[in-house]
């Protein structure tokens, strides 16, 4: 029979190896998906993984991987040292929001001015937003043991609530004929997040996502603060013994969080998506737990997981339109990534052995 | 006898039963997998697979009973994938929990790409002769359809079971201790993938509910995040299966009160009443859990925690 | 026959030279993006079915791609990019939340046309606007509306309040109160698009404060099925015709009928009559279409309808005709003057006698 063995310390070679296994798998069981639904799965893999970094057009869709994984890995590198300490926001998408109305507003207030001082404070405001968001699931919890995951994620109704009253009345823009929206920040060169060299990708949020990964990975490799959120996530007892106040832990964990969502959400407002409207929330927030946990909760892991994910995402929309996928075989062709990635995993922490007779 | 306006509570009590029925039935459901220790998070995933299977299985055989029992079955197939990677091969549940709800969003879409734009066949309302013209009582009681009775059913089902069967005491063992659940020689696996099949076909009935009853029609993204709703409730009923029923009523009361509202007139900021129902839930939430004793105790203690017997 | 330069000025600005950037076409390109999925019975459904359109009428001499739930922001101007990249001749971008993105991407290819559908920007030659006068259709319903409440009370789910929702609502009440002088409407707000649930609540609510006849400006037909449930209320179809529904609670229906646009415009491309314009056509045009109007209401109700359905469609009457004052009491349109259409294109207030605020 077989049975799993847990290995003293990870592997190094299958954690390496692991998630290329995981591609691969993905690869094969939805190319039986698209076989299924009567496309070359050939051709659709290739679309999906290898046109959007060398293909014919790689050169706009290099860039555009930089502009959808900037926000998940952002965001992800934030939640990834909760998560690590056992705290679990799982409500980064209203953060989000409230990042980007926040600095939207200040943005918006200071129009039709100009001043170079203006795009710093929406990104302060931004982080504060989110932050502030942040803070609600914090502070009850460490006032009255409510459960986090589940303040933060009712949040996340509240700020989409507030986000299409924000986007219909306060933030509208008065020159739109009565449509709802914002101005387009975007178009307000003092307030605008455009691409720092054109055509690559590159804008601010994508810089602060690198700054993230390399702050994140200091920290935790580095900096008693990192020590003890791993402690407090491997050893939580060990960690109380060692004078880890959990209630400092909660809240600096989820304002660390909050204030990164917060400003992925100003960046995107600000750049790729221009404006405040009822449809500005595209689910970046609940992406991004998935690419933390692909990320194995690792800074450096996190890079790539949302380079990955985001590959998915330009790929499969790129396969949708050449190909006439319906977005949903995308949407489930992730799942199964997702899938495989999870369960490849076990090759890392667990010996797999063969006995030959089964043990009394 | 009325409220506000015009609104008649019998009739409000009675919609919001209806209304409820869904997020209850996928509620209770994670609240079984909850009590074995198991964190499943993609309840949304499983809603919809069940509400597309529960939607093909009773057009293709016009019974909306096969549609029902399909929608469960479906759903929890679905749920073995999860089962799977959890238990077997010890994913993180958080992560497989979210992974379920994408794949599930896609793969019914991909089922029900032939079935948009068609009526299910019609589920009946139980049929209580005058009991059903009873005023007030009757409105709330006797007018409903027989999937109202059957989920109030599970309710109490569940909490006889958890409470005083055998069953009951060994799920509860394993969602607190799972090592020594194993130690006293319970096939912990075994337990939880049952409850996690459960789980699945309670989301599953919900989501045949939005498709087959509520709605009813196929469209994608039928259930609209009522599966989210349903994991808050387990929590806000700190685990008790009778303050599920609450949390449910409580909630698609809200949701149903703010539009009778509306619709009686009355001049209320609406776009701040859509989100008092998330509101009102968090401020339950501070005054339960700032009762220290009760909240905290309540949770199972190795919720989330993947179990691997080691030697 | 259709030559284009591959690389707009996209690629001029990042100062890449492509080689082979022209190359001839036989087919036409034609494409799509879609803000919900093709199965969502409603808004993009009906869309969709005006692309399938264009196929069954020009055959072999087009080809049309699609991609379905493009968030508005960041994704459309790369789906959009894409599909130009990709070698469309012109595409159709069908929610108002694309208008930005549109302009942005037309500037980069001034060889492809962009149509937009519901907005009013056209920063570009290359760009294109059209909508439909939803509330010509509303007019019958109204009429219809009128003739059938016996409490006098009319419900409308609204989605959210934009100058399209609030035109429906006003076209509907004064056509039903024209023949019904004492009629009330009751507007429930549901904030989405598309939540069948939510809807079938709405419904619900309105049906139980002694509404009869429920219009609604959402996309499912959940308030249709709501309406099933209780004798002598009745409503229509909104979007597509919902003739699963008839012939009562459904009685007729307002639909979206793109085709004769997208085939229209794709036809003078392919003749070289293409010119830009700002299409807002109603019944006239066939952009809207009155489902048929069942048995389930008396004959002569049926024949003021369709009276009122040829008055527009010839010209000779138009929905918002003075006398109508605004809510406040004070003159909008004096006796005999006809709404601009700016006016409507921006209309934010309720006529006299509905009650209630439009919330800001």
Redesign the interface.
């Known amino acids: 029979m077989l049975i799993l063995e847990k290995r003293p310390s990870p592997s190094r070679f299958w954690q390496g190896a692991t998630p290329v296994l995981a591609v691969a798998l993905t690869m094969i069981a939805g190319g039986v998906m698209f076989a299924i639904l009567g496309k070359n799965p050939f051709e659709a893999i290739r679309t999906i993984f290898w046109d959007p970094v060398f293909g014919e057009f790689a050169w706009y869709f290099r860039g555009q991987l930089l502009v959808k994984a900037g926000p998940l890995i952002l965001i992800a590198v934030g939640l990834s040292l909760g998560f690590r300490a056992g705290i679990w926001n799982i409500g980064a998408e209203g953060q989000y929001i409230m990042g980007a109305i926040f600095g939207a507003a200040v943005g918006l207030a200071f129009y039709p001015a100009s001043g170079w001082f203006i795009f710093p404070l929406m990104v302060l405001a931004g982080g504060f937003g989110g932050w502030l968001w942040a803070m609600i699931p914090a502070i009850l919890r460490t006032k009255f043991r409510t459960n986090e995951i589940l303040v933060s994620l009712l949040l996340v109704y509240v700020a989409q609530s507030i986000l299409s009253s924000m986007a219909l009345g306060a933030l509208r823009n008065p020159e739109g004929g009565g449509f709802p929206g914002s101005r387009n920040l975007s178009q307000y060169p003092a307030a605008a997040n455009p691409e720092i060299i054109a055509g690559s990708g590159m804008h601010w949020g994508v810089v602060a996502a690198f700054i993230a990964v390399i702050a994140a990975y200091v920290l935790l490799q580095r900096h008693i603060l990192g020590f003890h959120i791993r402690l407090a996530g491997q050893a939580p007892r060990a960690a109380r013994f060692a004078g880890v106040s959990p209630d400092r832990l909660v809240v600096l964990c989820m304002g660390i969080s909050g204030a990164l969502a917060g400003l992925a959400g100003l960046f995107e407002v600000s750049g790729p998506a221009g404006q405040i409207s009822i449809d500005f929330a595209s689910g970046y927030g609940f992406t991004a737990i998935i690419v933390a946990f692909l990320g194995r909760l690792n800074p450096l892991g996190i890079l790539l997981a949302g380079l990955l994910m985001a590959l998915t995402y330009v790929g499969g929309d790129n396969a949708s339109t050449n190909l006439g996928l319906p977005s949903a075989s995308i949407q489930a062709f992730q799942g199964m990534l997702l899938f495989f990635l999870l369960a490849v995993d076990l090759l890392s922490n667990y010996r797999i052995k063969f006995l030959l007779k089964e043990r009394a | 006898m009325e409220l506000f306006g015009g609104i008649n509570p019998a009739v409000l009590i009675a919609s919001l039963m209806v209304a409820a029925v869904p997020i209850l039935l996928a509620a209770i459901g994670e609240l079984v997998v909850e009590k074995a220790g198991v964190l499943n998070l993609g309840v949304e995933g499983m809603m919809i697979m069940g509400a597309i299977c529960g939607f093909v299985a009773a057009v293709e055989s016009g019974s909306p009973l096969v549609g029902f029992i399909g929608g469960a079955l479906g759903a929890a197939a679905l749920s073995l994938i999860f089962a799977f990677l959890t238990q077997v091969l010890l994913a993180n549940q958080v992560a497989t929990g979210l992974a379920l709800t994408l794949f599930g969003l896609g793969l019914s879409s991909l089922i029900g790409q032939g079935y948009v734009g068609i009526k299910p066949p019609l589920t009946g309302e139980v049929p209580f002769g005058p009991l059903a013209d009873i005023p007030v009582i009757g409105t709330i009681l006797f007018q409903h359809d027989w999937m109202v009775y059957a989920s109030i059913a599970v309710i109490a089902a569940v909490w006889a079971v958890l409470r005083y069967t055998r069953t009951g005491l060994i799920i509860r063992a394993v969602g607190e201790s799972h090592d020594a659940a194993h130690a006293l020689g319970y096939k912990v696996i075994r337990i939880r993938v049952l409850a996690i099949m459960f789980g699945g076909a309670m989301a599953g009935l919900g989501g045949a509910y939005i498709s087959l009853v509520r709605v009813p029609q196929w469209t994608d993204g039928i259930t609209a995040g009522a599966g989210w709703i349903a994991l808050a409730i387990v929590v806000f009923a700190s685990w008790k299966p009778w303050r599920v029923l609450v949390g449910a009523y409580l909630f698609g009361g809200i949701t149903v009160l703010q539009l009778n509202l509306q619709a009686a007139g009355a001049r209320i900021p609406v776009e701040y009443l859509s989100m008092s129902p998330y509101l009102i839930t968090i401020l339950v939430l501070v005054i339960m859990s700032a009762d220290k004793s009760r909240a905290a105790l309540n949770a199972p203690a190795a919720l989330g925690r993947n179990f691997h017997a080691s030697r | 026959m259709f030559r284009r330069t591959l690389l707009g000025t ?1 690629a001029v ?2 100062g ?1 030279s492509l080689a082979g950037a022209a190359f001839a076409q036989d087919k036409l390109k034609v ?1 799509f993006i879609y ?8 808004w993009t ?1 009906q869309h969709d079915q005006g692309r399938l359109a264009v196929e069954a009428e020009f055959g072999d001499k087009v080809e049309t ?11 459309a ?3 959009l ?3 130009a ?2 070698g469309a001749d012109i595409i159709f971008t069908t929610s ?2 694309y208008m ?2 549109t302009n942005a991407v037309a500037a980069k290819f001034p060889d492809v046309k962009f149509e937009h559908a519901t907005g ?1 920007k056209r920063e570009h030659p290359n760009v294109s606007t059209y909508d439909a006068r939803f509330y010509e259709g509303r007019a019958v319903m109204g009429t219809i509306a009128g003739h059938m409440t016996k409490s006098g009370k009319i ?1 409308y789910i609204g989605s ?4 399209e929702v609030i035109q429906g609502i006003n076209s509907s009440f004064i056509h039903a109160k024209k023949i019904n002088p004492d009629v009330t409407i ?7 698009w ?5 809807e ?3 419904a ?3 049906i ?4 009869d006849v429920i219009l609604q400006h959402t996309d ?3 308030p249709l ?1 709501e309406a099933a449930k209780t004798p002598g209320v009745i409503g229509f179809g909104q979007a ?1 015709d ?1 003739t ?2 008839k012939p009562s609670p459904r009685v007729s229906a307002i639909i979206d009928n793109w085709a004769p646009y997208y085939i229209k415009r794709v036809g003078a491309l392919l003749d070289g009559t293409y010119e830009q314009s700002a299409a807002w056509e109603g019944i006239a045009g066939g952009e809207v279409e009155i489902g048929e109007i069942t048995d389930a209401v008396p004959a002569e109700v049926k024949a003021a309808a369709e009276k009122m359905r040829d008055d527009i469609a010839a010209g000779t009457y138009h929905p918002f005709t003075g006398p109508i004052n605004k809510q406040d009491g004070s003159v909008w349109l004096a006796d005999g003057v006809v709404a601009q259409d700016g006016e409507l ?4 207030f309720y006529v006299e006698g509905i ?3 439009i ?2």
């Open positions: 996209a600005a990042l890449l494409g803000v919900g999925p093709v199965g969502d019975g409603g459904y791609v699609f991609q379905e739930n493009v968030p508005e922001g960041a994704d101007e790369r789906v990019t894409q599909m990249l990709g108002f939340g930005d993105q009013f419900g959210f309040p934009i100058p009751s507007v429930v707000w549901a904030y989405t598309f939540d069948p649930a939510k079938a609540d709405a619900k609510a309105l139980e404060q002694g509404v499912s037909t959940a099925a597509s919902m699963e529904y294109a921006g209309m934010n009650t209630g605020d919330p800001q």
